[in-house]
């Protein structure tokens, strides 16, 4: 049985030879894990693993919409 600490150990030594981040579909090709012995088990996401492990965390995040945008979008629909 796999433990959380030989996961993050893992997770480090294939973050450090790969720049100091490892994506979830490389860290499970490299060591043949299952999704399901990380995720739902001992971390929610992918990130908190990767963040727990010390590594860089990738956020991907879409700017804002004004609120007076999403509104005047909204009454163009309702208009039509």
Same mark, same amino acid.
Request: charge should be neutral; hydrophobic fraction near 40%.
């Given at each position: 049985?796999? /433990? !959380?600490? #030989?996961?993050?150990?893992?997770? =480090?030594?294939? @973050? +450090? #030879? =790969?720049?100091?981040?490892?994506?979830?579909?490389?860290?499970? %090709?490299?060591?043949?894990? !299952? +999704?399901? #012995?990380?995720? @739902? +088990?001992?971390?929610? +996401?992918?990130?908190?693993?990767? %963040?727990? %492990? @010390?590594?860089?965390? $990738?956020?991907?995040? =879409?700017?804002? /919409?004004?609120?007076? /945008? $999403?509104?005047?979008?909204? %009454? #163009?629909?309702?208009?039509?």
């Amino acid at each position: 049985m796999i /433990t !959380k600490e #030989q996961i993050l150990s893992d997770i =480090r030594r294939l @973050g +450090k #030879q =790969r720049g100091g981040h490892i994506s979830l579909d490389a860290f499970l %090709a490299a060591t043949g894990m !299952k +999704k399901d #012995q990380l995720l @739902g +088990k001992f971390w929610a +996401k992918w990130n908190d693993a990767i %963040a727990e %492990a @010390g590594l860089r965390t $990738v956020e991907f995040s =879409r700017p804002r /919409t004004e609120e007076e /945008t $999403v509104i005047e979008a909204f %009454a #163009q629909l309702i208009e039509t």
